[in-house]
């Protein structure tokens, strides 16, 4: 593919993980944003306006594009099968949010009918790409503190989602911890056990749902690693996002971040310092726009995108089998999909 032409994306759904895509796409000298999609067309219509982007209400608009390079799907978790195999039918690269489904059986379904495609498609778990997450899992794998022996993953959101979302998010594990549970696998790709504990703590509309406000999963790994998750629906402080990594060598953390480094020191009280960012559009801006390059990059040279498709299954096993613990109280095997 010639480097001297943008490749031209188009773009599946105007919400607000839409909006995200759609502003680091038009950033990106490298990209051309051609359409959006949404069938709540005035979405579309907003999000084009001042772009050249057409906006449509149908995939097969889309996909009718000539030249079409690429599309991110950031639509409702309910197309995304659909739509990754159109993207791979039409042999265009596909960028999809998290999860690839609920359901289990239609993952597997999709997996079956990718089976021998090459086109390029990368699962959105961002985090993989934030600096600091990156940097401590690169240093980990150069064996700087040694064999890793414990990890701990800590992700808060700063408040419970609105009840309408709750009641179609597939749960705290398949929603808020899958992210965590990818992170998990970025540093330990061979879990083999898990377990789980939820409580409802502050959020009544999350246990009318059947929900978990809070939750702890312990995950083991192949070669005896510990990994601890910890996720709550709130925190009162910012958005809470911080990992451990211990080794029989040493220790690398990274920890929350603020919009500066200014620290404040009064009688008062000492390093006063800034709130931590509070949304994880916020957080995870630069791992956003990170991605987005890492994909254009594996779209041009034709190479397999990390994190994959297999990725996206893991961590839904994962987050099935700590969802299973939860409820049953038992330790759950995790095998071979």
Do not use: W
């Amino acid at each position: 593919m010639s480097a001297d032409r943008p490749l031209k994306v188009a773009l599946f759904g105007s919400g607000r993980i839409g909006q995200v895509h759609a502003r680091n796409i038009l950033a990106n000298p490298g990209l051309e944003l051609v359409a959006i999609a949404d069938p709540f067309i005035d979405g579309a219509q907003a999000l084009a306006a001042g772009t050249n982007a057409a906006a449509v209400a149908t995939a097969d608009e889309v996909f009718a594009i000539d030249g079409l390079d690429a599309v991110i799907i950031g639509s409702p978790t309910s197309t995304h099968v659909d739509l990754i195999s159109r993207a791979a039918a039409h042999g265009v690269a596909a960028l999809c949010e998290k999860p690839i489904d609920l359901d289990l059986d239609r993952v597997l379904a999709c997996r079956d009918s990718l089976r021998g495609s090459e086109t390029p498609l990368m699962l959105g778990f961002n985090r993989r790409f934030d600096p600091n997450f990156a940097a401590v899992q690169s240093r980990v794998a150069a064996g700087e503190i040694g064999k890793l022996e414990q990890l701990t993953i800590i992700s808060r959101d700063p408040a419970p989602a609105p009840a309408a979302y709750i009641a179609s998010s597939g749960g705290i594990f398949r929603d808020q911890s899958i992210h965590d549970l990818d992170m998990a696998r970025f540093f330990v790709p061979e879990i083999i056990e898990v377990s789980a504990t939820g409580s409802n703590l502050f959020c009544d509309y999350i246990e009318e749902a059947g929900d978990f406000d809070s939750v702890v999963i312990t995950l083991r790994g192949r070669n005896g690693e510990q990994i601890t998750i910890i996720n709550s629906r709130h925190s009162a402080f910012g958005h809470d996002q911080r990992l451990e990594a211990f080794g029989s060598e040493g220790m690398l953390t990274a920890g929350n971040l603020t919009p500066t480094s200014v620290r404040k020191f009064t009688a008062a009280g000492a390093e006063e310092a800034d709130p931590y960012l509070n949304f994880f559009l916020e957080r995870y801006a630069e791992a956003y726009r990170s991605e987005l390059d890492s994909f254009a990059s594996a779209v041009r040279s034709g190479t397999a995108c990390s994190p994959g498709f297999d990725d996206g299954l893991q961590a839904l096993l994962l987050a099935n089998a700590a969802e299973e613990s939860a409820r049953s109280g038992r330790v759950v095997k995790i095998g071979q999909a």
